[in-house]
C-alpha cells in the first residue's frame, strides 16, 4: 500500500459520554471504532502518514488482522494511499422516478400572511381554480414516468387547498378507482389554514386517510401576528374553533402542526408546548423564514442564532423523553434522526425534480410547490409530459457543488447545498447553496449526532417503534 494518508473530509469524529464515535460523512453512517482503527486512522492524519510497510509495534499488542483493518478504512474511503481527495459524488439522471405531485387546486386564499412566499396568491374571489381534467393528466403523468411504483402519494395544496373542496373530492374519487385498479396504493395529503374546515370534510378526510398538517404559528398572540385574514383580523380564535374536532376525533393519520417562524417569533419551547401539548397535535415542525421577500420578516442572524438555540433544547428533552420510549412530537427532531437512522446520504436536498413535482393550475410543471407563480422556468406541463433534457440539466447542475464551497463540510451529504427555493428567494439563483444555515446546520446535525448515539445506547427501541411508527404514518 506504500504510505497512507488519512482523507478528514470524509470522517467527522466526536465523542459520546466518554466513547468515540465515527460519522462516516459519504454515508451518512455511524461506527464505533474500536482501539486499532483509532490508533490507524491517527498515525495516518500525521503529516508524514502511515507507512504500511513498516507499520509500529505496539500496533499489533492491539489486536486485529492489521492488514484487513487498513483495506477496510481504505474501502470506506477514510485513508488513501493516492491524492487526498474528498468524496462528492454528483447525481447522473437517467430517469424521473417521480412517487408524489402536488396539485395546485386553487390560487385564492382566504388568509393575508404577512410572510406568504407565494407569487401566485389571489384572494378568494380572484382565485384560479385546477379543473379535473388537468389534475387527472397529473397524475397521469406520474404513472407514465414511475410504472414501477407500488405507491403514489397526491398532495393537495394552494392558496387554501379547502377553498377547492369539490374538486379534491372528484380527484379522490377517482384517483382511487385508478390507481387501486392497478393494485398499487395512493396516499393523500393537505396542508390547511383549517379556517373551512368542518366536522363533515374532517370525516371524509379520516375516511380515505389524509395526511393532515395545519399551518399555525403557536399562542393566540403569535399566530395572530401574521397570519391574518384578508379583512385584517386575527385567524387564531377561529382556526382553534375549528381544529377542535379535527385533534379530538381524527384517527387514520397523526397531525401535525407547521410554524413559521419571523422576526420577533423565536419561543421555540413555549410554541411547541402550546401546539402539541395543550392544543394536541401529534407533532410541531418549524420553518425559520430568512429569505422572504419582505425583509421585515425575516429572521436577524441573532434571532437565527437563538432559534437553534431553542430547537436544541428541546431536542434535548426529546433525547430524555425517547430513552423512556415516548415521542415529544418535535418535528424538526424526528426528521433529524430519521435520516441518521435511515443513513439518508443525498446528492440532493429533496426529491423535487425527481421523486416529486408540482403542477399549477394551468398544468405547468414545477420543482416543488414553492416555485409556482414565480419567475423560474417550468419543466414541461401535464400534456406534453416533463421536461426531461430540462430537468435533468437543473439537478445535475445543482448536485455538483464541488466549487461552492461544499466538498469539506461535514454535512454535505445531509443538507446537499440546501433548500432550491430558499436558495432562489435568498440569492436569486437556486443553484446557490443556503450558505446562510452553514454553521447552524453544522451545529444542530453534531447534536442530532450526540442525541442518536445516546438513544441507541440507552433505548434503540425507540428507533424501530415510536420513530418508525412516526414514518409509517
Not at 142 to 154: C, G, K, T
Not at 170 to 196: C, M, P, S, Y
Not at 218 to 244: C, E, F
Request: hydrophobic share 35%; net charge negative.
Amino acid at each position: 500500500m506504500g504510505i497512507l494518508q488519512a482523507i478528514p473530509q470524509n470522517l467527522h469524529r466526536v465523542e459520546v459520554e466518554g466513547e468515540p464515535l465515527w460519522f462516516h460523512i459519504p454515508t451518512t453512517s455511524l461506527f464505533a471504532p474500536d482501539d486499532l482503527s483509532e490508533e490507524l486512522l491517527a498515525l495516518a492524519s500525521r503529516g508524514e502518514g502511515l507507512d504500511s510497510q513498516a507499520l509500529p509495534h505496539h500496533l499489533k499488542a492491539l489486536g486485529g488482522d492489521i492488514e484487513a483493518r487498513l483495506e477496510q478504512l481504505k474501502s470506506l474511503k477514510l485513508i488513501t494511499d493516492g491524492v487526498v481527495q474528498a468524496y462528492n459524488p454528483t447525481v447522473e439522471v437517467e430517469q424521473f422516478p417521480l412517487s408524489t405531485v402536488v396539485i395546485n387546486v386553487n390560487t385564492g386564499c382566504n388568509l393575508s400572511c404577512s410572510y406568504c412566499y407565494k407569487e401566485d396568491l389571489d384572494n378568494p374571489r380572484d382565485g384560479k381554480k385546477m379543473d379535473l381534467a388537468t389534475a387527472q393528466a397529473s397524475i397521469e403523468m406520474v404513472l407514465r414516468e414511475a410504472p414501477q411504483r407500488d405507491r403514489y402519494n397526491i398532495v393537495f395544496f394552494g392558496g387554501e387547498p379547502l377553498s377547492n373542496m369539490p374538486l379534491i373530492r372528484q380527484v379522490v374519487e377517482w384517483a382511487e378507482a385508478r390507481i387501486h385498479g392497478l393494485g398499487k396504493t395512493v396516499d393523500f395529503t393537505l396542508t390547511t389554514n383549517a379556517t373551512l374546515l368542518s366536522e363533515e370534510k374532517i370525516a371524509f378526510f379520516d375516511a380515505h386517510r389524509f395526511g393532515l398538517t395545519v399551518s399555525m404559528d403557536g399562542p393566540k398572540a403569535i399566530h395572530d401576528k401574521n397570519r391574518i385574514a384578508v379583512n385584517g383580523q386575527g385567524t387564531y380564535d377561529l382556526v382553534a374553533k375549528r381544529i377542535a374536532p379535527l385533534l379530538a376525533n381524527y384517527r387514520s393519520r397523526p397531525v401535525g402542526a407547521r410554524v413559521t417562524l419571523t422576526r420577533g417569533v423565536t419561543d421555540v419551547i413555549g410554541i411547541h408546548d402550546h401546539l402539541v401539548n395543550e392544543l394536541g397535535f401529534a407533532e410541531a415542525g418549524f420553518a425559520p423564514v430568512t429569505s422572504g421577500d419582505m425583509a421585515a420578516y425575516n429572521l436577524t442572524s441573532e434571532e437565527l442564532k437563538t432559534v437553534f438555540d431553542g430547537m436544541v433544547e428541546l431536542g434535548e428533552r426529546a433525547v430524555s423523553a425517547a430513552i423512556d420510549g415516548r415521542d415529544i412530537g418535535f418535528g424538526n427532531f424526528n426528521q433529524l434522526l430519521t435520516d441518521l437512522w435511515e443513513g439518508r446520504s443525498k446528492a440532493v436536498p429533496c426529491g423535487a425534480g425527481l421523486g416529486l413535482v408540482s403542477v399549477d393550475h394551468q398544468g405547468d410543471v414545477h420543482l416543488c410547490h414553492r416555485f409556482t407563480g414565480s419567475d423560474m422556468p417550468t419543466f414541461g406541463n401535464v400534456d406534453d409530459g416533463l421536461d426531461h433534457s430540462g430537468l435533468k440539466q437543473f439537478i445535475e447542475a445543482r448536485s455538483d457543488r464541488s466549487e461552492r464551497g461544499c466538498a469539506d463540510c461535514r454535512i454535505r451529504n445531509l443538507c446537499s447545498g440546501g433548500c432550491y427555493h430558499e436558495s432562489y428567494a435568498r440569492y436569486g439563483d437556486p443553484m446557490t447553496p443556503t450558505y446562510h444555515y452553514c454553521d447552524l446546520m453544522r451545529d444542530w446535525v453534531d447534536f442530532g449526532i450526540q442525541a442518536y448515539a445516546r438513544i441507541l445506547r440507552h433505548n434503540p427501541d425507540f428507533l424501530d417503534g415510536p420513530l418508525a411508527g412516526r414514518q409509517s404514518a
